[in-house]
């Protein structure tokens, strides 16, 4: 596959263990929102692996998009990328994935645990910069603390900017006992959501294959829901 070199032009920290780099790959590159590419990284030790990333950011047309990497104990790939230095240059793939977001023909109940939830961000910020579109949208995302929050304060912010039609729901399976939002994983309150946007809603899953699979089980064994309305992709 061919590989073009990409540019790291800026780099924060998500949280204490998620950093997030904004590529620039040249104005030529297009994605759908929740496409990833793959990654040519350099290791310490002269060698390189491949790893795949979903785009965290909508599509903008400047060749520049953003990644949120979650740093994995002893994962060579994800410690490489937490240690580059803004500046740095990468080979990447083309935009590759059939995890896109459907027209919006009805609600819609995105479910991401941990950085799951970066091709969600990337279909939601399309779907809402659509000022036409009026379907309702959920968002579930789980982590384990509040300290795990990727993007927390961005999408409390859009769901006050967007109020009526996007809702934010954190849940958190290790709250402090400060916290006073939903606890527990996130298929726990799947069905519940799912009855809020009129039970009718496309399910967009991304995370871990464990938690996508479960999700997978009470949408479809639960509630009945038929296989085209369930969109998923799994990191492991
Ligand atoms: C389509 C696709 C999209 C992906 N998008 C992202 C993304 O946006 N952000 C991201 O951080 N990773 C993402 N991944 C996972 C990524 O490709 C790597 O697997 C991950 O960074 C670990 O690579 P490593 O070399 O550090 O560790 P490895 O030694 O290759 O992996 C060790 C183990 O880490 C676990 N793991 C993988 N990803 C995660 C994760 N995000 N959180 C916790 N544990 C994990 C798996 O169980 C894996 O077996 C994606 C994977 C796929 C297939």
């Known amino acids: 596959m061919s590989l073009r070199t990409v540019n790291v032009v800026a780099a924060r920290a998500l949280t204490h263990n998620v950093r997030e780099l904004t590529l620039d790959a040249g104005a030529d590159f297009r994605f759908v929102a929740g496409q990833w590419v793959s ?3 350099a290791l310490d030790n002269g060698e390189f692996v491949s790893r795949s990333y979903s785009i965290a950011s909508a599509p903008r047309g400047d060749g520049r998009f953003e990644i949120a990497v979650t740093r994995v104990e002893g994962g060579p790939g ?3 990328l937490h240690a580059l230095d803004v500046g740095a240059t990468l080979e990447a793939s083309h935009a590759q994935g059939f995890f896109t977001l459907e027209p919006l023909a009805r609600p819609a109940l995105f479910i991401g645990t941990g950085t799951g939830v970066a091709p969600l961000r990337s279909m939601l910020r399309a779907a809402l910069a659509d000022r036409e579109a009026d379907a309702r949208l959920t968002l579930l995302l789980g982590v384990r603390s509040e300290l795990d929050l990727l993007y927390g304060d961005e999408f409390s912010a859009l769901a006050r900017e967007f109020a ?13 006992d400060a916290w006073s939002g939903r606890r527990g994983y996130v298929q726990t309150h799947a069905r519940e959501l799912v009855g809020e946007l009129g039970g009718d809603v496309d399910a967009y899953i991304c995370g871990l294959q464990r938690m996508v699979k479960e999700v997978r089980a009470v949408l479809k064994g639960e509630l009945g829901f038929a296989r ?8 492991d």
């Open 164 to 176: 009526g039609r996007f809702r934010f729901v954190p849940t958190l399976s290790r709250a402090s």
């Open 39 to 41: 990654l040519r990284i």
């Open 228 to 235: 085209e309305r369930i969109h998923s992709e799994r990191f």
């Open 78 to 80: 994800s410690t490489a």
